[in-house]
């Protein structure tokens, strides 16, 4: 399988959004409508549809660092929401819709959707969820490999800094992510199998193409994945974000964990290292910031909060090198705080009570771009 000349550590993003109808606050169907009206748009070819008409995806280009990665994603949601406004629909972030009901919703008609429906059944209506899949560059293959194993020991911090699906069929979960476990029903989720390098995951790939069970890269559902005919790998675990802002900073902290990763090379990667990696990320999705943490090498276990500090101080060096310290400064002091986007939902719906009004705050906080997530510490 060819893999794609790329330059180690660029940077991209794709967001999953909410279409929400603002006279009942639940998922819209007009997935379609919307495309439709975006023929001609500057940013057309950089929004997509996804699986059911209640969502649409955003995607970035290529970029060097996240300031330029926020600026062009900025860009193509002020063109979006002008979009969104105009016909009447309200646009928001989030993992999960708090209350819509995956029997209601409707396939968005491409042949590849149309197959997976058949394929899956109620399964691709219940995979109205949402997320942030962010792509680092590798420039071989083999460092491809490398970087998505080695990233998995730390697919808790991801999921507990981006966590922003706490209700679900309209109630609390109890859980700061409710959409990992949703991702859990397809069969080719989770952890990628361990590889040794990429003529062995090269391998494996046409193995599980000669059985028919999967047709491409995109039949794999993993966490994180390489990307071939990108050149990246493509962390795809994080809840959408409520604000750009959010969605920046964990680009940057996968970016800066990856360039310490690479610059390092000194993290062994074997099979006994995938023994907790289910516990741990159950544990950040149900827990967040407080989960407990079996650390594959050392087999000790400590509180979250405490492993994503460590790995903070860590990676500062390198975030500085590429511009992002203040990013990572500020994430730190999120994992201080234990503040994440679950934490300010709860807030929200404990003083409003209602989660046709949490959605349209939700739909306001991305509209505007950003709020303090300090203002009732």
């Not at 750009?244 to 990667?269: K, S």
């Not at 709860?346 to 989660?355: D, E, F, W």
């Amino acid at each position: 399988m060819k893999y794609a000349h790329s330059r180690d550590l660029t940077l991209g993003a794709e967001l999953e959004l909410q279409l929400i109808n603002p006279e009942t606050c639940d998922l819209s169907t007009s997935a379609c409508r919307l495309m439709k009206n975006l023929e001609n748009n500057p940013c057309e070819k950089l929004i997509k549809p996804e699986i059911t008409q209640g969502m649409l995806e955003i995607n970035s280009s290529v970029h060097q660092n996240a300031q330029d990665l926020f600026k062009e994603l900025k860009f193509i949601n002020k063109h979006l929401l002008d979009k969104t406004q105009h016909l009447g629909i309200m646009l928001c972030g989030g993992g999960v819709h708090p209350f819509q009901k995956w029997k209601h919703q409707k396939i968005y008609p491409t042949p590849r959707f149309i197959k997976l429906y058949k394929q899956y059944g109620y399964l691709a209506k219940r995979f109205t969820i949402f997320g942030q899949h962010i792509h680092v560059g590798c420039s071989s293959g083999d460092k491809a490999i490398y970087l998505t194993m080695a990233l998995s020991r730390y697919v808790p911090h991801f999921i507990a800094l981006t966590a922003s699906s706490p209700f679900y069929q309209s109630v609390d979960t109890g859980f700061d992510s409710s959409r990992v476990s949703i991702v859990n029903a397809f069969p080719l989720s989770g952890v990628m199998p361990y590889q040794k390098n990429w003529q062995s995951f090269t391998e494996y790939f046409e193995e599980m193409r000669l059985l028919n069970i999967i047709k491409s890269m995109k039949d794999f559902y993993w966490d994180i994945r390489p990307k071939p005919e990108t050149g990246t790998v493509e962390v795809r675990v994080c809840d959408t974000p409520l604000t750009i802002e959010t969605a920046t900073m964990i680009a940057a902290y996968i970016q800066a964990l990856a360039y310490f990763i690479l610059e390092n090379q000194d993290t062994e990667i074997n099979e006994k290292i995938y023994m907790p990696y289910s516990y741990n990320r159950f544990q950040a999705s149900r827990y967040g910031f407080s989960a407990n943490f079996i650390n594959p090498y050392t087999k000790q276990i400590q509180i979250l909060q405490e492993d994503m500090l460590d790995t903070i101080e860590k990676i500062l060096p390198y975030a500085k090198i590429i511009v992002s310290q203040d990013i990572i400064l500020e994430i730190k002091n999120r994992v201080i705080n234990q503040y994440n986007d679950a934490f300010r939902l709860r807030s929200i719906y404990a003083k409003t009570g209602s989660l046709q009004t949490l959605v349209k705050h939700q739909a306001n906080i991305w509209s505007d771009g950003s709020f303090d997530y300090y203002q009732n510490k």
